[in-house]
């Protein structure tokens, strides 16, 4: 549809800027709102979400027949550790209220068919970004967790201290800090969170032109590079937990592949049915997609 069309105008009347200023303003304001009374609810039930975060590591100490045990190693901890959880808590709450205030900001300055092509994007990204979190919580921290627990050393299977005779087995037992436990978990979620963006970040840059899934099909050896860069970086040093990574990130970019590939096909489409694109020019484009695959 052309920009032309009545049907596809910008909504925009025409407001001068400081009208605009005066709405984000007020967007924000409800943003930080929402984002404030989320982090307050949140940080009533700080414990119980806190409890429920350690799972993971429970379950593996557990299996070891250890308590699980975490410990304050400052006084401020405590709180700081609420604040935390609150903070995480706080921001899932409010996100959708702080996307569609974002929503109700752009929607006017946009042609109907970019509303129609944006939405289904500001709707997949939360979920795929829920997606990933569950993935990392219920999948890469139990096996991190198992991991650096695996290094633990307990006496009556040890060895006596070197040069004190009579010396019991020495014991490297796990004492857990709350904060650095909350830390690290915080961050396998939202890295694996940022992760799963990716089929939702090349499809929209694809649908806007700014990549092609031949171009995406070409770079795959730069992209399986990066991908285990970004595995070595975000996982602790276990092979298998990297290499679940890696496999998931990079079946993530094989299916963006084909999300973009549908995508150019449609444009395609719309194109020729307008009378912008002939079959010269589409059998052009079908080769280069085919050079790249």
Request: with cysteine; proline share 5%.
């Amino acid at each position: 549809m052309s920009r032309t069309d009545p049907q596809d105008e910008i909504d925009d009347k025409g407001a001068p800027l400081i009208e605009h200023l005066a709405e984000l303003r007020s967007r924000l304001i409800k943003s930080v709102l929402a984002f404030v009374i989320g982090m307050v609810l949140c940080f009533t039930v700080a414990t119980p979400i806190f409890n429920f975060l350690t799972a993971p590591l429970c379950a593996a100490l557990a299996d070891r027949g250890q308590d699980c045990d975490l410990i304050f190693i400052s006084p401020q901890e405590g709180f700081f550790v609420a604040i935390r959880v609150s903070l995480l808590g706080g921001f899932m709450l409010a996100f959708p209220v702080i996307a569609g205030q974002m929503w109700r900001f752009v929607a006017p300055g946009l042609y109907r068919s970019e509303k129609g092509a944006f939405l289904p994007f500001l709707i997949a990204s939360p979920f795929m970004f829920l997606l990933g979190a569950a993935f990392a919580f219920y999948v890469v921290t139990p096996l991190a967790y198992n991991f650096f627990l695996g290094f633990q050393q307990f006496g009556a299977g040890g060895e006596a201290v070197e040069g004190v005779p009579g010396a019991a087995p020495l014991s490297v037992v796990f004492q857990g800090s709350a904060q650095e436990y909350l830390n690290l978990t915080i961050k396998f979620i939202v890295a694996f969170g940022l992760c799963f963006q990716l089929p939702v970040l090349l499809t929209l840059m694809g649908k806007a032109g700014l990549v092609s899934a031949a171009g995406l099909r070409s770079g795959r050896k730069w992209a399986v590079v990066g991908i285990l860069t970004t595995a070595a970086l975000v996982t602790p040093p276990d092979v298998i937990t990297q290499i679940i990574l890696f496999a998931v990130v990079y079946g993530l970019y094989e299916v963006s592949i084909r999300l973009v590939a549908h995508v150019e096909r449609k444009r395609n489409e719309q194109l020729r049915r307008e009378g912008l694109l002939d079959d010269e020019d589409e059998d052009g484009l079908d080769n280069e997609f085919g050079k790249g695959r």
